[in-house]
């Protein structure tokens, strides 16, 4: 694939992508390795973790260091740990893409409480506890870049109240937490992607995916959704999930990123379709 960064535009670099296994979270950690950058891909599947850290080794070049590890991120013991574990391993952490995550398709009145917890817990403290453990293990003394992967919620989603719920919420807090830890050379940013029916995404909302995804079709500008190994051609007015990778290490600094942010966010989510 046509890449528009340099080839060694995360040389020495290292990034935890949570929910890297699968997915938007593979697609990510496959963009990193590809730019020479050393990637965590965590989950709370094991069998998943090392099939993914095998895709991507067969997929990228030799040598590629990537390093698998089981963490559920609703549980901060474990979030501590895979904190702990990258940085044994690789010394350092410049980037943590918060991308695991998600929640089932159901009308409000119908979410049991578990299930509403489930997936605020998720979402939500899930980002949260990465976020923070990232900050008191290694970024509060040396700096870093935040990616929250979230959702196209800013006006609701019906179907989805929980979670439209828990991603305002995780913008929210990446504008606190940008603004507080700007003076720690920390930069917190979301990113929304479009509509990507990943294999293990249709598959999480069985029968469900055909409203979810074969419909939505339709409604996208460009009457079609994403898929993830897009190309970034920005003269084409195409724009990939590379756009993860760019916004790890190109972008402002977290202080214009705050006072900016809705606007910045808008036209984003609007050209990833
Ligand atoms: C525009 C669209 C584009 C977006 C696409 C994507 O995001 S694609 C990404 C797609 N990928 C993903 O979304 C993957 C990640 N998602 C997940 O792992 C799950 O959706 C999770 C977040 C709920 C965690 O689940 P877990 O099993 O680990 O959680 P747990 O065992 O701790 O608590 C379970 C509670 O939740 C309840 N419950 C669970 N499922 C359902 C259901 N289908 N129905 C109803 N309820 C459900 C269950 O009844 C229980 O509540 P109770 O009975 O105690 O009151
Ligand atoms: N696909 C789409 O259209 C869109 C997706 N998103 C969001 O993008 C992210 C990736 O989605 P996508 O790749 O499509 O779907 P996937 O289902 O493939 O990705 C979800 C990933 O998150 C991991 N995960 C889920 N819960 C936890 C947890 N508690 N702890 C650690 N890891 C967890 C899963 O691994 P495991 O089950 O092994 O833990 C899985 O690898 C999600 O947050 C999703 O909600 C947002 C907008 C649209």
Known sequence: ??????????????????????????????????????????????????????????????????????????????????????????GRLDGLVNNGGGQFWSPAENISPGGFH?????????????????????????????????LMSEMGLAGMSHSAAAREAVKNLSITLGAEWAGNNIQINCVAPGIFPSETAVAAYGEQSKEIFDKSAA??????????????????????LDLIPQILFNLTDAVQYTTGWKETLDSRTKLVL
């Open 118 to 150: 489930a997936v605020v817990d998720t979402n939500l403290k899930g980002s949260w506890n990465c976020m923070q453990e990232a900050y008191h293990q290694y970024m509060g003394e040396n700096g870093g870049k935040i990616v929250n992967i979230v």
């Open 219 to 240: 409604n996208v500008p460009k009457k079609r959704l994403g898929e993830l190994y897009e190309g970034a051609n920005l003269s084409e007015g195409t724009l990939s």
């Open 1 to 90: 694939m046509q890449r528009i960064f340099a080839k060694t535009l995360f040389k020495n670099k290292v990034v935890i992508v949570t929910g890297g296994g699968t997915g938007i979270g593979m697609a990510t950690a496959k963009g990193i390795v590809e730019l020479s950058g050393k990637v965590v891909i965590a989950g709370r599947d094991k069998a998943r973790i090392d099939e993914g850290v095998e895709k991507i080794k067969t997929h990228c070049a030799e040598g590629a260091e990537v390093l698998g590890l089981q963490c559920n991120i609703r549980k901060r013991g474990e979030v501590s740990n895979m904190l702990t574990d990258t940085i044994d391993k690789f």
